[in-house]
């Protein structure tokens, strides 16, 4: 079974500064995508980055870019020039076309201070 | 594009009674719908995927009696919690999968607070 793992409940960090959230997976699987996600106090579901395993090159949206290590089954996410609206649960995803579902982690709560 | 809404967005009910929660893609059909349920400061928790058109499948240890799911069109699927009791008090989510976006990404309805008294 596939499992994910997101090691830090809690994370902070200032204004304007740069954090990283980890996230490792199991897998047999080689073909599968990678998902964060954030789910702010509204609780909304949020899809921050997306990440396909047969791509090599990270993925990267504005501010938020994934370092993908597949051999390794890591799949973190780096938040640049943080926001105070970038506090939320962050739930890194895992999915493949095998089981046909998404599988979360634990969550991060990211608290972003002045 | 690609949004998913639930009704009621909370709701408060008597134990014994039962409840239905819906949900619904608004600008894309749905082919499979999936329902989730989230504790205070915990993950998501799937409790059952559901084809429209076809029997739910439900993940281990959900009772399939106890949580009914109907998926009756490509826009709308139902959760009905029956004789609910307070345990059963939790937060609901839906999502909806839209086979039209490549591998099918799924989008998350807003959610359904459930309280049994």
């Known amino acids: 079974a596939q499992t994910v793992t997101q090691s830090q409940p809690e994370m902070s960090v200032q204004e304007a500064e740069t954090v990283t959230l980890s996230c490792t997976y199991d897998t047999s699987e080689s073909d599968y995508y990678l998902f964060w996600y954030k789910q702010p106090p509204s609780r909304q579901m949020i899809l921050v980055i997306r990440?396909?395993?047969?791509?090599?090159q990270n993925a990267t949206e504005n501010r938020f870019s994934v370092n993908f290590q597949k051999a390794a089954k890591s799949f973190s996410l780096k938040i640049s020039d943080s926001q105070l609206g970038d506090a939320a649960m962050y739930f890194c995803?895992?999915?493949?076309?095998?089981?046909?579902?998404?599988?979360f982690g634990t969550g991060t709560r990211l608290q972003v201070t002045l | 594009g690609a949004v998913v809404s639930q009704h009621p967005s909370w709701v408060i009910c008597k134990s014994g009674t039962s409840v239905k929660i819906e949900c619904r893609s608004l600008?894309?059909?749905?082919?499979?719908m999936f329902w989730y349920r989230q504790f205070p400061k915990q993950s998501l928790m799937l409790m059952a995927t559901?084809?429209?058109?076809?029997?739910?499948?439900?993940e281990q240890g959900v009772e399939k009696d106890k949580f009914l799911i109907n998926h009756a069109s490509l826009t709308l699927s139902t959760l009905t919690v029956t004789s609910a009791h307070p345990e059963d008090s939790s937060f609901y989510i839906c999502s909806a999968r839209d086979l039209d976006r490549g591998f099918g990404e799924q989008f998350f309805g807003p959610g359904t607070r459930l309280t049994v008294l």
């Open positions: 990440q396909e395993a047969y791509k090599q």
């Open positions: 995803a895992y999915y493949t076309g095998t089981a046909s579902k998404l599988t």
């Open positions: 559901s084809n429209e058109g076809s029997k739910a499948t439900y």
């Open positions: 600008d894309f059909q749905a082919t499979t």
